[in-house]
């Protein structure tokens, strides 16, 4: 291979200098690419963190079991999707069955959202409940209604745009939930406010003062303070996930037929390769023991605190971790099929099953929501009816 780089120079992808592969000693083999650089030093950097000094063009491609994946409605469980998207029955953000260490530790889009809406939000509806405390207090009506407009219209329909749209796909989709009597009451509160202050004349009475803008604004602040707080409660589950995934190592030590030794991405190990686990490393994946010997942790799996020693033909487990000694192992179990994936499995089953309290109050909800509109309808038309002209 170094009589193809003879007259081609390269890169080196940590400091930018321009490197001749035939004549530097420091290259890294990743993804079946070799990659050459101008020290020892940055071809260390490069080997504890290539995706740092990868460019998009040289990333390797995902691995194939990510195209599998499946995501499912944080509140509706039965959705099921293969690929991120909005609940079709409640509208909020599919989230992935199994996350992966990356995913848990980056930032979560809809509760930045939320807490985004929220604020500001809440910036606007504290002086709106000052001013609906107006008759107690020395200012025109006139001024109070045109302040509480003025206040009132981003919180319902900037900081309730979400809302709004789930109670619509709640309606198309006929499965009405509490996002439809939110999206149903504010909307009508600030409609017919909005109608009660600038055209008076529309309405059967004239008093304009009767208008319900603190109303629909503290609903709306509420309900984004609700889905602030249950974002940051199922961040935090992911707690328990990301100890167990921290658990496997990035990357292996693969030794070849001809018994070099290279290391290569967890997800590139396959079943049967020779791997070598150094001492005060965790074991990457499930395997058997080749060469050597030592006393491996496997509290994360017993929860006995005592090593146990390890030979040859003895089974070790991915996630748990090597003692002072140095061995050879045959990979057998990789990617999901390792212990520790199973149990991250189980992990995230259980934080999204559902309690029998939750499908009961699913229940109450499909059967109260309805009712409700259909109180409110007969109610507004029996007071057209029999109401004071």
């Known amino acids: 291979m170094q009589g193809d780089f003879v007259n081609t120079k390269v890169k080196d992808l940590v400091c930018g200098m321009t490197v001749d592969p035939a004549a530097t000693l420091h290259q890294v083999h990743h993804c079946g690419e070799n990659y050459h650089f101008c020290s020892a030093g940055c071809a260390q950097k ?25 995501y499912s409605c944080p509140m509706h469980p039965e959705v099921v999707s293969d690929r991120p998207g909005a609940c079709p029955k409640c509208g909020m953000a599919l989230e992935p069955r199994v996350t992966t260490l990356d995913e848990i530790e980056q930032d979560d889009p809809e509760l930045r959202n939320m807490a985004r809406r929220f604020w500001i939000s809440l910036a606007f509806t504290v002086p709106l409940l000052v001013l609906a405390m107006a008759p107690a207090l020395p200012i025109a009506p006139w001024f109070v209604d045109w302040a509480e407009f003025l206040l009132a219209t981003p919180v319902v329909l900037w900081g309730g745009w979400p809302f709004f749209q789930r109670a619509w796909n709640s309606v198309r989709l006929r499965s009405l939930n509490m996002f439809t009597l939110i999206g149903l009451g504010t909307g009508v509160a ?11 004349a529309l309405l059967p009475t004239r008093r304009i003062n ?81 060469e050597g ?25 991915g996630g748990t971790v090597n003692g002072t000694g140095a061995f050879l192992m045959r990979a057998e179990r990789v990617g999901s099929e390792t212990v520790l994936s199973h149990i991250v499995r189980m992990v995230a089953e259980a934080q999204r099953t559902r309690a029998p309290i939750q499908r009961l109050a699913d229940k109450v909800a499909s059967i109260f929501v309805p009712v409700v509109i259909g109180i409110a309808v007969v109610t507004f038309i029996a007071w057209l009816a029999l109401g004071p002209q």
């Open 190 to 200: 600030y409609v017919y406010s909005a109608v009660a202050l600038l055209f008076p």
């Open 210 to 290: 009767q208008t319900y803008f603190e109303a629909a604004a503290v609903i709306i602040t509420l309900v984004l303070l609700g889905q602030m707080l249950e974002g940051r409660a199922r961040k935090s589950t992911g707690g328990a996930i990301r100890a167990l995934l921290s658990l496997t190592p990035k990357v292996a030590h693969r030794i070849a037929n001809d018994g070099s030794e290279s290391e290569i991405p967890l997800a590139d190990v396959q079943p049967g390769e020779r791997l070598r686990v150094r001492p005060g490393e965790n074991i990457p994946v499930d395997g058997v023991l080749l």
């Open 46 to 70: 490069f080997r504890s963190d290539p995706q740092k000094y990868l460019t998009p063009e040289k990333q390797p491609a995902p691995p194939q079991a990510q195209s599998g994946r499946e």
């Open 293 to 317: 010997g030592s006393s491996v942790d496997e509290s994360m799996i017993t929860g006995e605190s005592i090593p146990v020693e390890k030979h040859v033909n003895d089974a070790v487990t």
